[in-house]
């Protein structure tokens, strides 16, 4: 059975930083494209950012783009992102999920996290 379990949401200022962090099990994590998608209260998920197998290309959404930074550990099955200047808009419950993402042809978002709560205070 594919696991998901996302860690490091918590309370932070504007202007703050979090690492978020997703250990996965269940599957060969080496081999799959991993993405984060957020949720914003009362708002449909937001895809953030991807990563493929090897770690060699890197995608954001413009909203998240030059604040945010994905990375992967396959040695330790393990996604991370780590975001700075965080915003009240950041607010939203962020979660891992295996690809291919959305710049990918093969688009196919399959398997999700039960997510961890950000929220960025103003």
């Known amino acids: 059975e594919v696991q998901l379990v996302e860690s490091g949401g918590g309370l932070v200022q504007s202007g703050g930083s979090l690492r978020l962090s997703c250990a996965a099990s269940?599957?060969?994590?080496?081999?799959?494209?991993m993405n984060w998608v957020r949720q914003a209260p009362e708002k449909g998920p937001e895809w953030a950012s991807a990563?493929?197998?090897?770690?060699?290309?890197?995608y954001y959404a413009d909203s998240v783009k030059g604040r945010f930074t994905i990375s992967r550990d396959n040695a330790k099955n393990t996604l991370y992102l780590e975001m700075d200047s965080l915003e009240p808009e950041d607010t939203a419950v962020y979660y891992c999920?295996?690809?291919?993402?959305?710049?990918?042809?093969?688009?196919?978002?399959?398997?999700w996290g039960r997510g961890t709560q950000v929220i960025v205070s103003s």
């Open positions: 269940g599957f060969t994590f080496a081999t799959h494209d």
């Open positions: 999920a295996t690809g291919p993402g959305p710049t990918n042809p093969n688009f196919r978002i399959g398997s």
């Open positions: 990563i493929n197998s090897n770690g060699a290309r890197i």
